[in-house]
């Protein structure tokens, strides 16, 4: 069922969470209209779950914004009048959605109209997830397409968000000239545009999401052809050499060309967007190949490559917390620990340290925990099993419960067992060796009682 709280993922990456106002060349009269104040009010009318309401002011905000040519208004009031008339009734999904399409073919603002496209992938992938299971269980239908579309199976549905993506880039010289800022109402508070700078930047991150997304679910329907994974952890000059299947359907060379393009881009003019891009590849493909020790070991060779490249870059702090973060992950925390401390020495006033600050605290964070059998028979010893880590000095403090076996487990299942109803009757303190590599260590004490 095409439930409303779905909508988050739609909204996640191109709609906006905080009112923005655009502001152009407007004569008196229209000064007085204010999209910030009508898109308060929807949003107040939409969190009252009165849909129809919203709607109406909705339709205002349209109107105007034909009468402006405002494609940002527009696109905005198209997500949100899916997502009111979603609230009212699913059946009007198509309807909108056609709608959507025929807007972006006949519009004349390629990064509008690039943007509308990549709504529309996303708005089928939204429909396809919600409908998953129903349309995964029917028979491919590989020579024709149904002309009714809630009964397309899985690759009509993945081929028309295939489609939709791919020609979301389709004007990548305007989007490359347009910054991500200019589009700000459709952004998320709060992003970071430095890193991707342009509208050709997040349209591409957010095809790479679509293919990563539905990795599991285009396999089911076409083959997915071998790819040396030497080549997609390579160095960036090697990487870029490579060609790759244009095959709508192939996964990773997909991504590979959007890589290709990314870093092709950024390549002469924008040296922290290279950078970025070229760490966000290894860690895709990472995801996308599957944890296996060849698969790890080129992973890791191609960290050290960019922590090496971009040596002289802070944002190489980036690979060196991803590499810390697989040694943590695979026991082995002092290399992940002293690679830390490397980066920190080496650029302590970047502003994104912070992560390396915290990875260490983590790792360094002492760590105790006991276990003991329940029953102590009479003249033998009490048996506490104990692990610990990053402590040099244990202390074991004994009580007697004041109340009855019956009271006692009423006041432990209640929580409500304070020190008022206990006694201390002993302490005992161990010291203990702190290990150098922040390996957990175990022990068992006996304690006379």
């Not at 970071?192 to 997040?202: E, G, H, I, K, V």
Request: aromatic share 12%.
């Amino acid at each position: 069922m095409f439930m409303r709280k779905q909508w988050s993922f739609v909204l996640a990456g191109l709609l906006f969470v905080s009112i923005v106002s655009f502001s152009i060349a407007q004569n008196a009269k229209e000064k007085a209209f204010s999209y910030e104040k009508i898109w308060k009010q929807v949003e107040h009318l939409d969190g009252e779950s009165l849909p129809k309401s919203a709607t109406k002011e909705i339709d205002k905000i349209r109107v105007h914004a034909l009468k402006e040519k405002n494609n940002q208004q527009l696109i905005k009031t198209m997500i949100y009048q899916l997502k009111m008339n979603f609230s009212i009734s699913d059946d009007t999904f198509f309807t909108e959605v056609d709608k959507m399409d025929n807007y972006a073919k006949n519009c004349d603002d390629k990064v509008a109209q690039s943007v509308l496209y990549s709504l529309l992938s996303e708005l089928y992938e939204m429909y396809y997830n919600a409908h998953l299971y129903v349309i995964n269980a029917r028979t491919q239908i590989a020579d024709f397409t149904p002309k009714d579309r809630k009964e397309w199976t899985s690759n009509h549905f993945l081929k028309t968000m295939a489609d939709y993506a791919r020609m979301s880039l389709q004007n990548a010289r305007e989007l490359q000239n347009t910054p991500v800022s200019t589009y700000q109402e459709l952004l998320e508070k709060g992003d970071d545009t430095s890193l991707r700078p342009t509208m050709f930047d997040l349209l591409a991150h957010r095809t790479i999401d679509f293919y990563q997304n539905q990795q599991n679910n285009i396999g089911k329907v076409i083959a997915q052809e071998e790819i040396d994974p030497s080549i997609c952890f390579a160095p960036s000059k090697e990487f870029l050499q490579h060609s790759f299947s244009e095959n709508i359907f192939q996964v990773k060379d997909n991504i590979a060309r959007i890589y290709q393009q990314l870093l092709s881009f950024h390549q002469k003019n924008n040296a922290d967007a290279f950078c970025q891009a070229d760490i966000d590849r290894l860690l895709t493909f990472h995801a996308l190949f599957g944890q296996n020790k060849s698969n790890n070991d080129l992973y890791m060779s191609g960290l050290d490559d960019a922590i090496v490249t971009y040596a002289s870059n802070p944002l190489s702090l980036r690979a060196v917390y991803l590499k810390a973060e697989y040694f943590r992950n695979n026991d082995n925390k002092k290399s992940a620990y002293d690679l830390c401390v490397s980066g920190i020495q080496k650029f302590p006033h970047y502003k994104g340290i912070g992560v390396l600050r915290n990875m260490m605290a983590e790792i360094a964070t002492p760590s105790v925990s006991a276990s003991n059998n329940e029953l102590l028979y009479p003249k033998k010893s009490l048996e506490i099993k104990l692990k610990y880590n990053n402590v040099e000095r244990l202390i074991l403090r004994l009580f007697k419960v004041n109340m009855s076996v019956s009271e006692y487990e009423n006041a432990k299942q209640q929580g409500t067992i304070d020190k008022r109803n206990r006694t201390l009757v002993q302490t005992e303190t161990f010291n203990v060796k702190k290990s150098p590599t922040f390996s957990e260590q175990d022990t068992c004490v006996f304690i006379n009682v």
